[in-house]
């Protein structure tokens, strides 16, 4: 029989009831003892639904209450020695403090997991680390599941990835003496710079035992399989790591252990075929949602003391799978493997909403194009009945899923001729601004007068508690348009009125009528649509409801220039203008799969261009257009780079290109590591760009100084991510150390990031620190 595993579940919740206890815990409403009965109650009725959904085995593990990369470093023991961990089990607290920081510490990496939007805690290891078995999470969760019926499969990151993922840190640095990256960008996607004379590989030797001894633990607990993730190598691994690979699993195979199911996911690993069927494990996992052309080069001599696990439902995106397409996938490999064939989401489905059911406001036509994870669950099912009992064991099923299909394909909303014409008119000089940097920096000095290290905030201010009730109730029907309006109107007066009182020199609206950077701009734009409950976790309690691109994207009516004429109303300082940019709009959305990612770009930079006039012709003269999410999109493999950065920087090109000389576009890109892409990212040619740095101590401005960086840079100054306010002495030690590194006359003073997240009490002393440190480095380097 077809043997159906999950590879992981949304851990969130129907109703987010994850975030909601983790914040509870946080703010002191409910107590560890509470925390932990949540997270079992989650724990089971995720472990129920795969059963009901027909999952042989179901992933045990992939819950956690921040991050499962944290998870793992706990597990191995790899706790940074300034968060004075004495050793045995971690507790609840330590895990936590690595996560967001202390009063006293400052919180752990934070960086892309590969091409997702998710975020992990970056691992940090130093020469002499040692690990040791330091978390019993994993054993528990297993003896919960096995309690309740469920056949457990644990879920660990592997060796490779793990180290790969981690950062080398000079011990003093991992002591708390200097600052740390928090960067969602993805460092070469796990390339990260070394910070010391040593390679983190050589800590293999040391992380091995640790991985052994925690599968004969779970060997003893009775567990049959165990799914070890190595997703890293689908990157570039240099020569040495893949060695490593023989090396490693050839060690934790020996003795008494459970199979290992060994799992990569997200892109090809063709090039490694043959090394990985000659590896000493049970099984293999492939993505064939991305790559599935690497099927044929496995089923080639694939060894018959293995299962081959085949991913052929998208674990990342929302629609609706051809099951006849998967069908013909999964045939040659059935015939090649019978029973030891096993299908399986592409990857874990943490990066897809949990349940379609709960949606009530979708029309028919576009739910019946939707699988959430709940139903690519059931999809799985249906595959599998399909090729043990025959299709017509399953016609029903298939017959739906084909009309379905047809539909999508046929429905008139998918199309728009005007959009497709607006793209045939794109010209080569499209993208291209009227005057080169420095005459436009001319302008823009003449027109805005700035004083030296210009201050301004990325764009949000916090959303209260009040904001996001009135919201609630506006979209309930509770709370009039009107009323509504009123409210926002007198929050935008709040936080401009606060910004004058703290001297900052570009303001912002502060946002309070957005409830997500995406998701409001794609609640205006055709082609979208939206879900009430289609959330997915970003990082830690973050969690993101992603818009739908089903169709071609235009922009019917302005978007945000009513709220900037308003707020530009209300100071006689230049108001910024504040707009989220194509490559982000487009990471951050589930994208259609039936044409080009780079073609629904396009489409979305024209209708930002679009507002970027509205709002030029409404007299804002300062305009960001945010793209956090433009390295993100860099393809797994390098050889796939210069086409992808091409596009990106063209798309943004495309958004800014109507401005003129004396309106300046900023833009900004939180978490990313920049040294390999500078080239794009000046191709964008955004007159200010904003960064974040604070963590690495203005470590990531080398690679400005050294690229040349022709344009102006915000290096962020302090880390909205943590609770924590920094002093003015340390923002005054960081711009000096930018300066040193930047002329003077280009830097602009900036948090890392948006203030959504953060509390009136953490932001106004730390602005307030921010605008006393400029007015200190103004008078120092004067």
């Known amino acids: 029989m077809t043997r159906v595993h999950n590879l992981g579940f949304p851990r969130i919740g129907h109703k987010r009831e994850l975030k909601k206890a983790t914040e509870a815990y946080w703010s002191g409403e409910i107590d560890g003892a509470e925390l932990e009965a949540r997270g079992a109650q989650l724990r089971e009725r995720h472990w129920r639904i795969q059963q009901t959904c027909g999952v042989d085995l179901v992933p045990v593990g992939d819950f956690t209450f921040y991050d499962q990369m944290l998870d793992m470093s706990c597990t191995l023991g790899a706790i940074p020695p ?3 961990f004495a050793g045995g089990e971690v507790d609840r607290d330590t895990f936590f403090a690595m996560a967001r920081g202390s009063k006293t510490q400052p919180a752990m990496e934070m960086t892309k997991w590969f091409d997702t939007n998710y975020h992990y805690i970056v691992p940090e290891f130093h020469e002499d680390m040692e690990f040791r078995l330091s978390s019993e999470r994993i054993f528990a969760q297993v003896k919960e599941a096995q309690a309740l019926g469920v056949k457990a499969k644990p879920v660990l990151v592997g060796p490779l990835t793990y180290l790969w993922l981690g950062k080398e840190k000079d011990l003093d640095i991992a002591h708390g003496e200097a600052g740390h990256r928090h960067d969602e960008g993805c460092a070469g996607h796990g390339e990260a710079p070394r910070h010391s004379g040593f390679d983190r590989l050589s800590l293999l030797p040391k992380v091995l035992p640790v991985y052994a001894e925690i599968l004969a633990k779970l060997a003893a607990a009775g567990v049959e399989w165990v799914q070890m993730d190595e997703p890293a190598l689908v990157l ?8 490593a690979l023989d090396t490693a699993y050839a060690q ?3 003795g008494k252990t459970p199979k290992i199911l060994l799992a990569t996911y997200f892109e090809s690993v063709a090039d490694h075929a043959a090394r990985l069927k000659a590896l000493p494990v049970a099984g293999l996992h492939l993505d064939l949602r991305r ?23 998208d674990g990342r995106n929302v629609w609706r799978t051809d099951l006849d397409a998967a069908l013909e996938l999964l045939a040659p490999a059935h015939k090649a493997l019978g029973d030891r064939l096993w299908i399986a989401p592409s990857c874990s489905l943490m990066h897809s909403p949990v349940d379609l059911a709960q949606e009530t406001e979708l029309d028919d036509e576009l739910k019946s194009w939707l699988a959430f994870s709940v139903q690519k669950l059931d999809e799985l099912s249906v595959l599998a009945r399909a090729i043990d009992k025959g299709e017509s064991a399953v016609a029903q099923e298939l017959e739906a899923a084909r009309k379905a299909v047809a539909s999508r394909k046929s429905s008139p909303r998918i199309h728009n001729a005007a959009v497709n014409a607006r793209l045939q008119e794109l010209g080569n000089d499209d993208g291209q601004r009227h005057s080169p940097f420095p005459a436009r920096a001319q302008a823009q000095a003449a027109r805005f007068k700035l004083p030296p290290f210009p201050t301004t905030t990325i764009g949000s201010f916090p959303q209260t508690p009040e904001i996001r009730k009135a919201r609630l109730q506006n979209r309930k029907g509770e709370l009039s348009d009107a009323k509504y309006h009123k409210m926002m109107e007198a929050e935008v007066a709040l ?3 606060e910004q004058e009182r703290l001297g900052l020199d570009v303001p912002v609206h502060g946002e309070p009528e957005r409830n997500d950077m995406v998701e409001y701009f794609g609640e205006q734009l055709a082609g979208f649509a939206f879900t009430r409950h289609g959330w997915v976790q970003s990082y830690g309690s973050r969690y993101v409801k992603p818009p739908l691109i089903f169709g071609d994207v235009s922009r019917p009516h302005p978007m945000t220039v ?5 707020a530009q109303s209300l100071t006689s300082k230049p108001m910024k203008g504040m707009l989220t940019g194509p490559v982000t709009i487009l990471q951050w959305s589930f994208v259609r799969d039936d044409q080009p990612r780079e073609r629904t770009a396009l489409q979305i930079a024209l209708a930002i261009r679009d507002e970027v006039k509205d709002l030029i012709d409404a007299g804002i003269g300062i305009i960001q257009i945010d793209e956090p999410a433009y390295r993100e999109g860099l393809p797994l493999k390098r050889k796939d780079w210069d086409k992808y950065l091409g596009w990106a920087s063209r798309a943004f090109r495309i958004s800014a290109q109507i401005a003129p000389d004396d309106v300046q576009i900023h833009t900004h890109m939180c978490y990313s590591e920049f040294n390999d892409i500078l080239p794009a990212i000046a191709a964008m040619d955004a007159d200010v760009i904003t960064i974040e740095t604070s963590r690495s101590q203005m470590e990531l401005l080398d690679a400005f100084a050294t690229f040349n960086y022709p344009n102006e840079i915000g290096p962020g100054v302090y880390d909205i991510h943590s609770p924590r306010v920094p002093s003015v002495e340390e923002m005054v030690q960081l711009m000096e150390k930018a300066a040193k590194v930047v002329p003077a006359e280009r830097l602009w003073v900036n948090p890392d990031c948006g203030l959504k997240t953060r509390k009136w009490a953490e932001v106004t002393p730390a602005l307030e620190n921010m605008v006393k440190a400029t007015q200190e480095i103004r008078q120092r380097l004067a």
């Open 562 to 566: 009513e709220w900037a004429k308003y």
């Open 495 to 497: 936080v401009v009125k």
């Open 291 to 313: 790559t599935p052309a690497q099927r044929d080069v496995f089923l080639q001599n694939y060894p018959a003391d293995k299962i081959l696990s085949l991913g052929v439902v």
């Open 236 to 243: 570039d691994l240099p020569q040495e790591w893949l060695d």
């Open 82 to 84: 300034r968060y004075d």
């Open 252 to 254: 934790l195979t020996q």
